[in-house]
């Protein structure tokens, strides 16, 4: 069964540190892993795509790491800031055109 | 460019009323998605269509009916609105992947619906 898993279902930081959120996936075949972010009351917003064959992709603070082989992305957001609290939603696209998304990691920066 | 644009952004329905939900993208995107969103869920693909006057299901069909007249709009019906279709409705866009240069998902602000 194509699935998506996210961990941990919630998260809260302090302002300024770093924290890493994790992915792993059952999706077959596999065609290309998203990181979205989800503010609330907003639709989500595109951070990353990654193929099999690229193993990190950044976006400013946002860093996105792929292992296919064991088939886990991870997502490493550096230096917190209060705009960062958001929910951060992992997608994995099967080849057809189809996605599977994450529940999300809901992730609260404090100051 | 105003992206996706979804209206209306919040209503609230009878059980057994109709309603459209209507969704406008200025970015000539051929692809166009549907999902809803249920607390402690995923994204759920309700319906989608890849280009003008076409369409297809996707994981939670039932209920809905979609139509895509024009390229920037995708139309979302609900022909008779039961308790279950309670949810936060959103519509995304996207252009065709082409060769290893996968395209991201727009997606609207949604729109939140509760049927009583």
């Known amino acids: 069964k194509n699935q998506v898993e996210q961990s941990p279902q919630s998260l809260i930081i302090l302002e300024g540190k770093n924290c890493t959120l994790q992915?792993?996936?059952?999706?077959?075949?596999?065609?290309?892993l998203r990181w979205y972010k989800q503010d609330t009351g907003r639709g989500p917003v595109s951070l990353t795509i990654m193929t099999f064959s690229e193993n990190t992709k950044s976006n400013g603070r946002y860093t996105a790491t792929l292992d296919a082989d064991t088939k886990q992305s991870s997502l490493h957001i550096t230096a917190s800031q209060l705009s960062d609290s958001a929910s951060y939603i992992c997608?994995?696209?099967?080849?057809?055109?189809?996605?599977?998304f994450g529940t999300g990691t809901s992730l609260t920066v404090i100051p | 460019n105003a992206g996706v644009t979804q209206t209306p952004k919040f209503r609230v329905l009878k059980t057994g009323q109709s309603m459209t939900l209507l969704c406008a993208q200025d970015?000539?995107?051929?692809?166009m998605y549907w999902y809803r969103q249920d607390p402690g869920m995923g994204l759920r693909l309700i319906h989608y269509s890849v280009g003008e006057g076409t369409t297809a299901k996707g994981e939670v069909p039932d209920g809905y009916n979609v139509s895509r007249l024009k390229k920037q709009n995708f139309l979302l019906g609900l022909e008779s609105a039961a308790p279950s279709q309670t949810s936060v409705y959103f519509c995304?866009?996207?252009?065709?992947?082409?060769?290893?240069?996968?395209?991201?998902?727009?997606f609207g602000d949604g729109t939140r619906l509760s049927i009583l």
């Open positions: 970015m000539n995107h051929e692809y």
């Open positions: 997608v994995v696209s099967a080849y057809g055109n189809q996605f599977y």
């Open positions: 992915c792993n996936y059952t999706v077959s075949p596999f065609s290309n």
């Open positions: 995304a866009s996207s252009f065709l992947a082409s060769g290893q240069s996968y395209q991201p998902q727009h």
